[in-house]
């Protein structure tokens, strides 16, 4: 099967071979996303597949058409955490044994589900900083073994599986909606929706979400090919891969997608208004596709989107960072480098001249004492308001205290989020 052949029966005879393995997932209106953005807004739940994850349709499918010899020699793959689940899931349930690369950004939550999920089946391997340093393991060991290497979206097999994600949208809602946001990362969920739309409901508008951090669908496009991302931010650890696979890429070439990208503070402040306004726990790639809401999408008012969240594998110990890159996105969160004369009660009028009533200290730490007469220190400020910023400023211009804002794009900043 070639790229250009994935369609709309290859991802049907996917949703019939996973079919009693893999149940159907929701389809919720989110009155939080319609009322802010002005529209009818629809979230796909896939963190709500038993392995929170999109990721185990296209395993499983690719898995389950392998030949008696294939499953015999039995399967590799690297994956940043949800399709190494997704394979642990379908070689568990189909009795195949598995090598799973992990690269050490990988949440340990989600390593821990796929030695669970795989059970006596799935070996784990933690190796490399990124993605890809996984699949280049991933490829070598495939190549020495003979073991077949279960891509995590670069197959047509692989895509048609995603691609019943959008086929089960359109029966849950009774027909299309007007537009569908698609997380990109490989960009296999991307293809297969591409790939099931073009032949079924063409006048959809599919428009694909990427971290700005790790926007290499867009690359490819521009550049006519996959290329590789100079500087990935590996934050969005299931999105952010380097460099697209061929087959998506050559899906998407001949049915481009409207791509936008999304700053990782935004996804920061979706998944924390998905927990705290929806109860829903999702994964910086999951609230991918609704945080794209707040880009200019040009959508007509009330026109219906569905937005497909990927998943819900989110490491408790993220949300320190979430949190603070959610604030520091918002202008509510603050540094400063604060020159304060050594004597008894430079803090306490510090406090006094220039935080607000709603303001707040969220850091202070003394970087060295060099002198008797003034000592910097690093001051964290925690804002009530983001329109609190200006006329504190005026304050601090007020004082006689030195002052230096450290600005997100500051090195240093990079040390305290």
Avoid at 15 to 28: N, V
Avoid at 200 to 222: C, F, K, Y
Wanted: charge should be negative.
């Amino acid at each position: 099967m070639s790229s250009s052949s994935v369609g709309a029966a290859d991802v049907d005879a996917a949703a019939e071979r996973f079919a009693a393995a893999i149940p159907t997932t929701p389809l919720h209106r989110n009155e939080r996303l319609s009322a802010r953005h002005g529209l009818d807004v629809w979230i796909k739940r896939e963190d709500l597949t038993p392995v929170r994850s999109y990721k185990v349709r296209g395993a499983y499918n690719f898995i389950a058409q392998l030949s008696p010899e294939q499953r015999e020699r039995g399967v590799v793959c690297a994956s940043a955490g949800n399709h190494a689940q997704g394979v642990a899931f379908a070689c568990e349930a189909l009795g195949v044994t598995a090598r799973v690369y992990l690269p050490r950004t990988t949440p340990r939550q989600k390593r821990q589900r796929v030695a669970r999920f795989g059970g006596r089946h799935v070996e784990v391997i933690v190796h490399g900083d990124t993605y890809d340093d996984a699949d280049a393991t991933a490829r070598a060991h495939a190549a020495e073994t003979g073991m077949t290497l279960i891509p995590a979206f670069d197959d047509p097999r692989t895509i048609a599986g995603q691609g019943t994600v959008i086929r089960e949208v359109v029966e849950q809602l009774g027909g299309a909606p007007d537009a569908v946001i698609v997380p990109v990362g490989g960009g296999g969920l991307l293809a297969g929706t591409l790939s099931w739309l073009r032949e079924t409901h063409p006048e959809v508008r599919v428009i694909g979400a990427e971290p700005q951090g790790a926007a290499s669908m867009a690359l490819a496009l521009d550049r006519g090919e996959p290329s590789p991302v100079d500087d990935l931010d590996p934050f969005v650890d299931g999105a952010a891969v380097r460099v697209v696979g061929r087959n998506p890429h050559a899906i998407a070439a001949v049915n481009p997608p409207d791509l936008v990208s999304v700053p990782e503070g935004q996804i920061c402040v979706e998944i924390l208004d998905l927990y705290q306004n929806d109860g829903i726990i999702s994964e910086p790639a999951g609230a991918l596709s609704p945080a794209a809401l707040a880009q200019e999408l040009g959508l007509a008012p009330d026109s219906t989107v569905v937005c497909l969240l990927s998943g819900g594998n989110n490491d408790v110990s993220r949300y320190a960072e979430i949190v603070e890159r959610a604030l520091v996105f918002e202008g509510r969160k603050h540094y400063f480098l604060v020159e304060f004369p050594q004597e008894p009660g430079a803090l306490r009028r510090f406090l006094d001249d220039v935080l607000g009533p709603d303001d707040d200290i969220a850091l202070f730490e003394y970087v060295k004492r060099n002198n008797r007469e003034t000592g910097p220190a690093l001051v964290g400020i925690e804002l009530g308001a983001p329109d609190n910023l200006d006329p504190m400023l005026k304050r601090m211009d007020a004082i006689p205290h030195r002052i230096q804002p450290v600005p997100p794009d500051s090195p240093l900043f990079h040390f305290l989020v």
